[in-house]
């Protein structure tokens, strides 16, 4: 099992750039699968970024490919989501999420990411 506590969101500018941060507790996180989700206001839950659980695989959505890049470091349990060239629109709650199987059955609580001027 493995807990995960997201930090790094807040208010940037359009344009502007942001890094979220995701550390998981346990000692099997080189096992785990790592995603970034958001759920925006009045709409639902989408993919942001994976990556594989060696780090050798990554994918994004086509909104944010080129913009946003995931990374992680398993010597330190964390997982991270660089953020650039921020539009209006990537303003949302941002979610780290874990997986083994084929499912991510493990969640942060979220950090809120606005973007505004």
């Known amino acids: 099992q493995v807990q995960l506590v997201e930090s790094g969101g807040g208010l940037v500018q359009p344009g502007g750039s942001l890094r979220l941060s995701c550390a998981a507790s346990?000692?099997?996180?080189?096992?785990?699968?790592m995603a970034w989700f958001r759920r925006a206001p009045g709409k639902d839950r989408e993919f942001v970024a994976f990556i594989s659980a060696s780090g050798g695989i990554t994918s994004y959505a086509d909104s944010v490919k080129g913009r946003f890049t995931i990374s992680r470091d398993n010597a330190k349990n964390t997982v991270a989501l660089q953020m650039n060239m921020l539009k209006t629109e990537d303003t949302a709650v941002y979610y780290c999420a874990a997986r083994t199987g084929n499912n991510f059955d493990y969640w942060g609580q979220g950090t809120q990411v606005t973007v505004s001027s």
């Open positions: 346990g000692r099997t996180f080189n096992n785990y699968h």
